[in-house]
């Protein structure tokens, strides 16, 4: 709710009440969704950071880039599995949605065309394939893959680790937290359409 000037008791001079009644106004305004996406975004790349910890999370994260650890897992998982006809094809099957994810954020990426952050003074802390951000294709194949292989191996590992490769995007100050819920969101989404709802599964 927007508090108005004229609701502010007036103290003092002039000058300094239009001053305290602007500072209130503005602690209470909604935050727009950009400005709420700037902010945490600014957060996350400002708090917790060491130089440790900024290169060990640059090296997990490197192992999203596309989508290649969770495309070593879907063969590594279809090779275990060589005398298991059912839970091969399982494996492969997610390994082929998590590939069909990446290639569709992709396109999307060159159809929203929405730039990075560029935050003054703070420089990215890795490397990126292209200057689009939107959706996260760390956090799309992440989710995709976790619900796929959620068939075929217990869910919750998954889950951890694809919100964990989505969120040290934002951590490393190359994605807003919308192009990572956009991602999670459309991940999970392709693999939940794709499997159908008689689809059985494997714990």
Known sequence: ???????????????????????????????????????LLMLA?????????????????????HAACWLALGLAGAAAHATQPTRRASWLRGAGLVATSYALNTAIKFTVRRPRPELPGLEPLTPTVTRLSFPSAHATTSFAAARAYGAVMPATPLYAAAALLALSRIYLGVHYPSDILAGAVFGTALVTVAEGTGTDRWR
């Not at 790349?45 to 130089?51: E, L, S």
């Not at 060990?56 to 994260?61: D, G, M, R, T, Y």
């Open 1 to 39: 709710m927007r508090v108005r000037e004229s609701d502010v008791p007036q103290q003092g001079s002039g000058a300094s009440s239009s001053r305290c009644s602007a500072a209130v106004a503005y602690s209470l305004s909604p935050l727009s969704p950009t400005d709420l996406d700037h902010r």
């Open 45 to 65: 790349r400002t708090r917790g950071h060491t130089p440790a910890r900024d290169r060990a999370i640059a090296v997990f994260s490197r192992g999203g880039e």
